[in-house]
């Protein structure tokens, strides 16, 4: 009769795993993102009329 009356005890979950800021994975990651910033920064980003499909060479056409 006392185990109709005994709580359930709930399930534990696994902890989370915290992310590492020294992970191999995660300074590849930094790297691959500075130098996607680096290669849209400066004189490269900007888009020249010329370089699009279709373009007859005149701005705004």
Known sequence: MAG???PKM??????????D???PAVLAEKRRQM???RARGGRDSTIM????I???????A
């Open 35 to 37: 130098a996607e910033m």
């Open 10 to 19: 709930p399930k534990v979950e696994e902890p989370t795993r915290m992310p």
């Open 49 to 52: 009329s010329d370089n699009l």
């Open 21 to 23: 800021p020294e992970d």
């Open 4 to 6: 109709l009356f005994k």
């Open 54 to 60: 279709g373009s007859a060479g005149k701005l705004g």
